[in-house]
């Protein structure tokens, strides 16, 4: 069984039309090019968003663990150099100098953990919520073509994914181009899905 092109609706495999929308099912062979080459680099762009996003998770987890170390770290050598203060009454400096040392270590972990929980949770976030994001456009294509052509001819979407995923920003370029140079066949394509849904 195949799908219609336009809605999605499942169709016997000779089906000239489609029995939810009408939508023909022979299309003219650049059309189906052009929206092929949108879901590829859509689905190129998902799989950038998704993989930067748990690579970045992992990284932050390994960063939260050395953090957590030293805080420990610091921690315990706090209690234990002011538990030693009997042994060591004939050397105060020696004790206060321990403490201090534990107290960087301990104020270093505390340091390191907000820093990078500033620096990764943001993007890990952002990374994450473009995959639905994406999803969607992908979607939407089924039915909508216009909408994720405005998504795809965003200049707002190139900046955006420059701060937050280079390699999916390649995908978004190659989308914003192919969707710019192809306007007269989306053209076609929306005015056919419009056709159909109402």
Same mark, same amino acid.
């Given at each position: 069984?195949?799908?219609?092109?336009?809605?999605?609706?499942?169709? @016997?495999?000779?089906?000239? %039309?489609?029995?939810?929308?009408?939508?023909?099912?022979?299309?003219?062979?650049?059309?189906?090019?052009?929206?092929?080459?949108?879901?590829? %680099?859509?689905?190129?762009?998902?799989?950038?968003?998704?993989?930067?996003?748990?690579?970045?998770?992992?990284? !932050?987890? !390994?960063?939260? &663990?050395?953090?957590? &170390?030293?805080?420990?770290?610091?921690?315990?050598?706090?209690?234990?150099?002011?538990?030693?203060?009997?042994? !060591?009454?004939?050397?105060?400096? !020696?004790?206060?100098?321990?403490?201090?040392? %534990?107290?960087?270590? &301990?104020?270093?972990?505390?340091?390191?953990? #907000?820093?990078?929980?500033?620096?990764?949770?943001?993007?890990?976030?952002?990374?994450?919520?473009?995959?639905?994001?994406?999803?969607?456009?992908?979607?939407?294509?089924?039915?909508?073509?216009?909408?994720?052509?405005?998504?795809? #001819?965003?200049?707002?979407?190139?900046?955006?994914?420059?701060?937050? @995923?280079?390699?999916?920003?390649?995908? #978004?370029?190659?989308?914003?181009?192919?969707?710019?140079?192809?306007?007269?066949?989306?053209?076609?394509?929306?005015?056919?899905?419009?056709? @159909?849904?109402?």
């Amino acid at each position: 069984m195949k799908k219609c092109a336009i809605c999605g609706a499942e169709l @016997n495999d000779n089906a000239k %039309f489609c029995d939810s929308c009408g939508a023909s099912q022979t299309p003219d062979d650049k059309e189906q090019r052009v929206l092929d080459n949108m879901a590829r %680099f859509l689905r190129y762009e998902r799989t950038a968003w998704k993989v930067t996003g748990f690579v970045l998770l992992g990284i !932050f987890a !390994f960063y939260v &663990l050395i953090a957590v &170390l030293l805080i420990a770290t610091g921690g315990i050598g706090i209690l234990g150099a002011a538990a030693s203060g009997e042994q !060591f009454k004939n050397d105060p400096d !020696f004790q206060s100098g321990a403490l201090a040392a %534990f107290l960087i270590v &301990l104020m270093y972990g505390w340091i390191y953990l #907000i820093v990078f929980a500033a620096a990764f949770v943001p993007t890990i976030i952002i990374n994450l919520k473009m995959v639905k994001r994406v999803e969607f456009y992908q979607e939407m294509m089924k039915t909508d073509i216009s909408v994720t052509r405005r998504r795809a #001819i965003s200049p707002g979407m190139i900046v955006f994914s420059a701060f937050f @995923n280079k390699i999916a920003m390649a995908f #978004i370029i190659v989308n914003f181009v192919k969707t710019r140079k192809n306007a007269k066949t989306f053209d076609m394509i929306e005015a056919k899905q419009k056709a @159909n849904i109402t």
